[in-house]
């Protein structure tokens, strides 16, 4: 597969970074011990391209506004710590140091303590706000986002994007009381009057090949801790932020629409991507309508986190992709719905209508609010005056005057005026200007770098309906070339440079400049911690599975040709040999049968897999498509075999 | 449009002096065109500078036209004709009306040119931009399908060497009424006028000719709008005229709508007088061609898009003066690598000459839901080839009423033949690969073959291009619906690329 296909959009292609060649010494991976949330390699080439500035850059990501209203807490993922901003002063106050990538914040009932999730460490800090200390760190989940105060005075909840799933903390005892099954990635947490938590999802459930994808939006009775609803919304990807209405009526998610089902031919009239606003009733078995947050000639894209205005009259949204916060008209979108007590009075076939109804936002958005590069996360001021707007690629929060609708204020966190090679190729990567009417960002099918989890019919070397392909992370790829599901890009340059402006973006894509800056940031995208892979070496299912790996005879004593190991076209360190191999998984909509052998770098977080995303997950490859051994030998293994065999290669 | 404190009267009096005066406040160098009251001919290209002094640049040319001033305000591409009998070629020159350089040859008339974003070509790194043009041209030789006038179609052409070509010329439309006043979009697209059925609408295509879209104007309405402009960002607003005769030399009332959304956002601007010809100003405001009267000549204004009146930059009676173009340095608007030609995206042999066309939802048609189309009830697709009659003699030309000659479909001057049919599938969706480069209408079919309805405008596939359309007609604010349609599923497009049936009247 290319890269094209992979990064579907522009950097789709960008799985493996075609360097390899003559692009100087290859860096030595750096491997790390990290305790229970697994060992940490960085294989990218980010020491190639960083700078001693490049580690000084804040990239604030979340916000949270005290109740008394004197200060803003500000989570940096990019230095690891908790900023303190006093309002209305709007200077930095304090910095407080915690794990790795900090997230959620939610402050204890007293005020006393902040919690704070740790995505790399999954694990809750717990902050002592008179000392300025972590006071102890609670182990959750995996990849732990989003936070909310339980029923319980002593109850949160964590949600895991890691592990699909919720931590229910005890914040007395500070551990972890019980687990609640969610979506396939849950992201953002809302709690309702009634207790009940809403849940967004940022990758779909797993769905029927060449369907569309569906996002999950999970209602957990908070009284009882039980989950009480599974609320499917179709067509729907990346689910991040989400709010709940102060009048009770909706809880709002923003996400994105993807049309990957589509032959890529055409940017124009919303063919590739767009973006909305879920729209879900709180009452019990509530319906669901998308209302598109884009306009006929030009896209909102990549919209992040979501909040409402005190009274409810008025909901904010971040564009990240156009460097815009959106400015919704809540009456008027519950208008056009038609909501009456708490229902939404449209009927499923207006509904199905108004989510492709690109003319619709002229009815509910209210302004568009340019802000600094690459605006994330939103917070109300206690008195709900003020908006803050996390610009995270620009470390600065905007400050917004919420009935003027006015920028007030920008505070500069303290980050580097400089602009690196990386910091230039981060913009970059998170901007939709490089596409036709803006409509998507690298970012749009790359969310944090990985992938949106869709198969894209990219239409070319063949016609639309023959060519499609997984799109696959950045994560790692550096020195994974070539890329390209037919292995045809040999660099990132190429993948990311003009083919992709060709086929996806409608644009003329990057000059030489731009492109190498990108190629720099993706070269410098590093793997997140491998929570299969433990500091203290190969668990011993892990052991058995790298025999069945490596092994040179089968459970009847045949001899297993060197070409049909898995060892092979897998090996260490990356997991491919960098060749093109055919291992029976021709489809009758594939032109040939010739793929190139991709990388098994935390291969875990990416499913679905194969070159046309046909399994959701690694069991079905060889169960069920591999009859013929063509795709290894492996249908000797019994079940207990191909289980270790999955659990270690889990561990790359 | 109401006029400011300073007239056209005392436009006139300093004329008499030899220059003319900076009424409005327009502090930059203008370039227009001044017609002779009397005469279908004998435009010229006059240069004024702030302050009110004037220079003809084109006193060696018959007659030149049509002004587009490059995106670093230092060339000029016009329209021009040496001698009255030579045709109209696109010549290009500094903005001093020095070093002119005929850019087309053999071209007819070739009128209208436009700078395009410097585009590359050059696959696969396509690193290697160029400059690029567009105009219009009657280089074929053929009747529009009112044989009214040599039909004229947009061209791409650069302005440098690819490859081992001197440059490239591409024709990048292919309807059979006419399309004229094409312009440039910060976006990239070319916005021109096409003719549709009883007069012209707006439409949209990529530089290159991809991605023909409608922008704004019905094909049933008699109202033509032409000469449109953008207005610099943040307004984004697009200006036209608008008329039920011939709005780009007899003018007609000035109208915008929001580039936000287009098709619903129309407002009239003024009506009084006749209006032609707007351009933009860098800040966001317009100046534009306007008289009073039938009887009195036009001259420019600047025009308070809030206040909605005028004051006088140029008038003089002896004159038109229109087509005012700021000499000033402008953003350049979006490059796009086309999927086309030596481009294409179809790697596949044979296709340099066809193009992939999927329509999702036959169905999903405001004149289907109109004419009560039951689903189901279309079985096949015809796509329907017109073929212009050729040029035999000038004098040829007709003026049936238009009551008659614009509602007749197809054009009663166009022969049409089959390209062939294909299968409509139970979801609504057809897919084909289609001889590119040809003009060409759908039919929808019932099983019996009876026509349930057909298309009242020229569509077609660049060589090399693949197209997809959410349904026939639809509401262009929809969006498509992300699904795989049962035509896609078969994978294989029905072929409507062999050799198409003999020229004769569609059925």
Redesign the interface.
Known sequence: MTLSQRLMGLILALTMTGVGLGCGSQPEPQVTASGESGSYRDLSRRNLHATAVDDLYLSPLQLLSSRDGHTLYVACEGTDEILLVGLPGHRVTGRIKVGRQPFGMLLSDDGDELYVSHRWDDDVGIIDLRSREMVARIPVGEDPHGLAQGSAENEIYVVNLGTDDVSIVDTDSRREVRRLGAGNAPFGIAAVADGRMFLSSQYSNPAAFRSPPALELTVIDGEAGIVRERRPLPGTVIGQGIAADPRGRFVVTALELPKNLLPQTQVYQGWMVTFALAFSEVLAGGRTALLLIDEPQQYFADPYDVAFAADGGRLFVTSSGVDVVTVIDVDAAANVLQMRAGRIGLNDESIRRLARDLGASSAYVEARIPTPANPKGLALAADGSRLYVACRLADQILVIDTEALTVIDSIDLGGPEQVTRLRQGARLFHFASISFQQQMSCNTCHPENNVDGLVYDIAVDGGMGRNLVDNLSLRGLAETAPFKWTGKNPNLQRQEGPRAAQLFFRTHGFNADQNEAIVAYIESIPQRPNRHRRAAGLTPEQRRGKQQFERQRDNLGRYIPVGNRCVTCHPQPFGTDRRRHDIGSRAAHDRNGVFDTPHLLNVYERPPFLHDGRCWSLEEIWTQHNPADTHGATNDMNKGQLNALIEYIKTF | MRLGRTSAALGLLLMTLGRLPAAAELEMSLLYVQAPLTTSSGEQIVLRLPGGERRVLTPDFAAAADPCVSFDGQQVLFAGRRRTTDGWEIWRMQADGSNKRQVTVDMADARGPVWL?P??VN?????D?IEWITFTSTAKGVWDERQRAPLANLYAMSLAPVGERPFVLWQTTYGLGGDRTPTVLA??RVLFASWQRQGYGLMTI?WAG??L?PFYGSHDGLLSQLSPVELPAPSRDIIFVEATGDAETEGGRLAAVS??????SWRLLADDGAYRTPAALPEGGLVVAWRGSDTSSFGLYEFDLRAGRGTVVVDDPAWHEFQPVPLVPRSTP????P?VDF?S????EG?KQAG?L?C?NVYESDRAERSGILAGSIRRVRLVEGVPLPILNPADSVALPESTADLLWPPAHVQTRSLGEAPVEADGSF?V?VAGDRPFYLETLDENGGVLGAMRSWMWVRAGD???C?GCHE??????????TEA????R?MSLVGDVLPAEEAP
């Open positions: 974003a585009a590359a696959a696969p790194n396509f690193d931009r976006d990239g990529s991809e991605n879209n580039m936000r959304r287009p098709l619903h979006r490059g796009r690598i999927t481009a995206v179809l790697d596949v296709f992939q999927q999702l897919y690969n693949q197209r997809g959410v509401n262009k604010e929809l969006t498509p619906e992300n699904r795989v896609l599923r078969r994978a497009p």
